[in-house]
C-alpha cells in the first residue's frame, strides 16, 4: 500500500511539475483570440451571441487585460519595447456583416480595437461586408480590415501562379479599396505552406496567423503566428472561454496531440478534452 500510495505522489509530482513547466516556457506568450461571427440566429460552434461577446470584451478589460493590435505586437517584438501588462489580441475571421452590425458597437462601447481578416472575393455578397462598410469600419478607428485571401482557397493545393494571385490578389484589392496598406494575412482553414509564408512574405505582408491553441512569442515565425480560436452556442460559453484562454499552454499541446491521433485512434482522440 504504501509503494502505490508513494507512487501516486510521484506521478502527481511530476504531473504538477510538468503543467508548471508548459505555463512557464509560455510565460512571454500573447494571447490571439480569432472570432468568426457573432449574432444572435445562428446556432454553430463558430458564432457567438451578441451579449457572450460583449461579456468577454468587459471581462478582458475587467482582468488587466490591455488590447493591442497585430502592429503594436510586432513593433514591440522588433524594437525591444516592453509590452504592456497581460497584452492580448482581437481577430476575426471572413469578414461577415455581422462584424458591421454587432461588433463594430461593441468596440465603440468599450474603445477597443480589432483586425478583420476579410475573403475580398466575398465582399458585397449575402451576409459579408459591402466595401462601403469595410470602409467606414476602417475609417471608425476600431477595426482594421485585413486579408483572409482572395477567394477562400486552401493554400496547400494552389502553386506558383495560383498561390501567388490568391495571396497578391487580395492585397492588392485591399489596399485598391480602402487606400491604405494591406499587412497581414491569415491563411485559410488555418493551413499552409512554407511556399504560402514566403510568397506573403515577398509580397509584403508583415505577418501570417494560423489557429492553434497556443499563445504567440517573439521567437516564433512571423509568418506562422498562432490564435486561440472562441467557440460559442453552449451553455458554457464564458467558462470555455476562460479556459481556453487562461489554459492555453496546456490545451494547445493537447490539441496537437488529439489531432495527431484522431485518424489512427478516434476513439482515444475523443476522450482528450479540449474546452
Given at each position: 500500500?504504501?509503494?502505490?500510495?508513494?507512487?501516486?505522489?510521484?506521478?502527481?509530482?511530476?504531473?504538477?511539475?510538468?503543467?508548471?513547466?508548459?505555463?512557464?516556457?509560455?510565460?512571454?506568450?500573447?494571447?490571439?483570440?480569432?472570432?468568426?461571427?457573432?449574432?444572435?440566429?445562428?446556432?454553430?460552434?463558430?458564432?457567438?451571441?451578441?451579449?457572450?461577446?460583449?461579456?468577454?470584451?468587459?471581462?478582458?478589460?475587467?482582468?488587466?487585460?490591455?488590447?493591442?493590435?497585430?502592429?503594436?505586437?510586432?513593433?514591440?517584438?522588433?524594437?525591444?519595447?516592453?509590452?504592456?501588462?497581460?497584452?492580448?489580441?482581437?481577430?476575426?475571421?471572413?469578414?461577415?456583416?455581422?462584424?458591421?452590425?454587432?461588433?463594430?458597437?461593441?468596440l465603440q462601447k468599450y474603445n477597443v480595437r480589432a483586425t478583420v481578416f476579410i475573403v475580398t472575393d466575398?465582399?458585397?455578397?449575402?451576409?459579408?461586408?459591402?466595401?462601403?462598410?469595410?470602409?467606414?469600419?476602417?475609417?471608425?478607428?476600431?477595426?482594421?480590415?485585413?486579408?483572409?485571401?482572395?477567394?477562400?482557397?486552401?493554400?496547400?493545393?494552389?502553386?506558383?501562379?495560383?498561390?501567388?494571385?490568391?495571396?497578391?490578389?487580395?492585397?492588392?484589392?485591399?489596399?485598391?479599396?480602402?487606400?491604405?496598406?494591406?499587412?497581414?494575412?491569415?491563411?485559410?482553414?488555418?493551413?499552409?505552406?512554407?511556399?504560402?509564408?514566403?510568397?506573403?512574405?515577398?509580397?509584403?505582408?508583415?505577418?501570417?496567423?494560423?489557429?492553434?491553441?497556443?499563445?504567440?512569442?517573439?521567437?516564433?515565425?512571423?509568418?506562422?503566428?498562432?490564435?486561440?480560436?472562441?467557440?460559442?452556442?453552449?451553455?458554457?460559453?464564458?467558462?470555455?472561454?476562460?479556459?481556453?484562454?487562461?489554459?492555453?499552454?496546456?490545451?494547445?499541446?493537447?490539441?496537437?496531440?488529439?489531432?495527431?491521433?484522431?485518424?489512427?485512434?478516434?476513439?482515444?482522440?475523443?476522450?482528450?478534452?479540449?474546452?
Amino acid at each position: 500500500m504504501k509503494k502505490f500510495l508513494l507512487a501516486v505522489f510521484v506521478l502527481i509530482l511530476a504531473a504538477a511539475g510538468f503543467v508548471f513547466w508548459l505555463f512557464e516556457r509560455e510565460a512571454d506568450g500573447v494571447p490571439i483570440l480569432v472570432y468568426h461571427r457573432v449574432n444572435d440566429a445562428d446556432t454553430n460552434s463558430t458564432t457567438l451571441k451578441v451579449a457572450d461577446f460583449d461579456a468577454q470584451i468587459k471581462y478582458l478589460l475587467e482582468d488587466g487585460y490591455h488590447i493591442i493590435s497585430p502592429d503594436d505586437l510586432l513593433d514591440a517584438w522588433e524594437s525591444g519595447k516592453t509590452l504592456p501588462n497581460k497584452p492580448i489580441v482581437l481577430t476575426f475571421d471572413d469578414g461577415h456583416a455581422d462584424i458591421y452590425n454587432n461588433v463594430f458597437p461593441v468596440l465603440q462601447k468599450y474603445n477597443v480595437r480589432a483586425t478583420v481578416f476579410i475573403v475580398t472575393d466575398y465582399v458585397g455578397m449575402s451576409d459579408y461586408l459591402t466595401w462601403d462598410q469595410a470602409r467606414a469600419l476602417q475609417a471608425g478607428g476600431f477595426v482594421d480590415i485585413e486579408s483572409h485571401t482572395m477567394s477562400y482557397k486552401n493554400l496547400t493545393t494552389l502553386k506558383g501562379d495560383k498561390l501567388w494571385n490568391e495571396i497578391y490578389g487580395s492585397k492588392q484589392a485591399i489596399e485598391w479599396a480602402l487606400k491604405k496598406p494591406a499587412k497581414f494575412i491569415a491563411y485559410p482553414y488555418g493551413k499552409y505552406t512554407v511556399a504560402a509564408e514566403d510568397t506573403s512574405k515577398e509580397v509584403g505582408f508583415r505577418a501570417g496567423f494560423i489557429e492553434d491553441y497556443g499563445l504567440a512569442d517573439n521567437d516564433d515565425n512571423p509568418y506562422v503566428l498562432t490564435r486561440i480560436p472562441v467557440q460559442g452556442t453552449n451553455d458554457y460559453t464564458m467558462l470555455r472561454f476562460q479556459l481556453r484562454l487562461k489554459g492555453s499552454p496546456i490545451f494547445a499541446p493537447l490539441n496537437r496531440f488529439k489531432t495527431d491521433i484522431a485518424d489512427g485512434n478516434p476513439e482515444v482522440a475523443d476522450l482528450i478534452f479540449i474546452p
